[in-house]
């Protein structure tokens, strides 16, 4: 280490130039290559009946980045369907933006606002959204991917199952696909008529209940045609074509329990769909467990091999 009288004696230029012999002198190196996220807040992405619908997103940017694209991830926060808190996953956002994903959070009209199916069409206007602006938030439009949890889990399983049926959809920049390239289900609702699979829903089923609100303040088991409509095993057939999906569910979840995502893993699997499933041992609802860097490297693991095996969403 230089001494301090060694350093007195030096000029500036002198010094300058002996700092690459000094070990104590500590050297990083940008490569311009870095990335970080810019935060798009309240992105309106739709207003009906004057009601503004928003996304939070994130989108990656780097000193090198020039024209350069990213796959896009559209994330549904759970909510019961009711309103949602649309920050809540912000920082997680960030963390998979900084992997390279741009990423938006959808504000979905909650049930007190409109029932089912409005939720879907939701995420299917925000997918949409994503790939009319694609160059202003430099995505690439052929590589966007449907994720979310609870209540966002099935909301986005359902509007990607039903990407190739003109149902459950509206008009708006209808000129753009709503397809995906995959989807990640995080402890999803899929049959909202299992009474079991409810535990600390005290009033499943009925009027008042979350998935009563959803269609209308009825009573799912008195009205089936309606209810019905709502589970995803509905929408699984061989004939249809399905893109992959990632599954995860914990199994201590006593708020939708993983008997849900048990039953529609059977039901994709009896379909012969491409599908992954990870039971994540005493996860609660919600569990941090889920937004690891250990389950970020398989969620992100599981997009890039949908990104290598090529295909176009579109």
Request: glycine share 6%; net charge negative; with cysteine.
């Amino acid at each position: 280490m230089m001494r301090a009288d060694e350093i007195k004696n030096m000029d500036f230029e002198q010094f300058k130039a002996a700092l690459n012999s000094m070990e104590e002198v500590k050297h990083l190196e940008a490569t311009g290559n870095e990335v970080y996220g810019i935060y798009k807040h309240d992105v309106c992405y739709v207003e009906r009946n004057g009601v503004k619908r928003t996304l939070q997103m994130i989108v990656p940017e780097s000193r090198n980045m020039g024209e350069r694209t990213y796959p896009a991830i559209l994330y549904v926060q759970g909510s019961a369907w009711l309103q949602q808190d649309q920050y809540k996953r912000l920082g997680v956002m960030a963390r998979l933006a900084q992997r390279g994903f741009v990423t938006a959070i959808l504000q979905y009209r909650e049930s007190d606002l409109a029932t089912f199916p409005a939720q879907i069409e939701d995420a299917k206007t925000g997918i949409r959204f994503l790939r009319k602006h694609a160059q202003e938030y430099h995505i690439n439009p052929e590589e966007i991917f449907l994720m979310g949890d609870s209540s966002g889990g099935h909301t986005a399983m359902m509007a990607a199952l039903t990407a190739d049926e003109d149902i459950l959809d509206t008009d708006v920049y209808k000129e753009f696909s709503c397809k995906v390239k995959a989807i990640i289900d995080l402890y999803g609702v899929s049959d909202i008529c299992q009474k079991g699979d409810f535990p600390t829903t005290l009033n499943q089923g009925e009027p008042d209940s979350p998935e009563g609100k959803l269609i209308g303040r009825k009573n799912v088991y008195e009205y089936p045609e309606i209810s019905n409509k709502v589970n995803c095993a509905n929408y699984v057939r061989k004939e249809v074509p399905t893109v992959p999906i990632l599954m995860m569910h914990g199994t201590a979840d006593d708020m939708v329990s993983c008997n849900q995502s048990i039953r529609l893993y059977k039901k994709l699997r009896e379909e012969e769909k491409d599908v992954t499933f990870y039971l994540m041992k005493n996860a609660i609802h919600g569990d941090v467990a889920f937004w690891t860097e250990d389950t970020m490297d398989i969620i992100e693991s599981f997009i890039r091999k949908q990104l290598e095996n090529g295909g176009n969403s579109v």
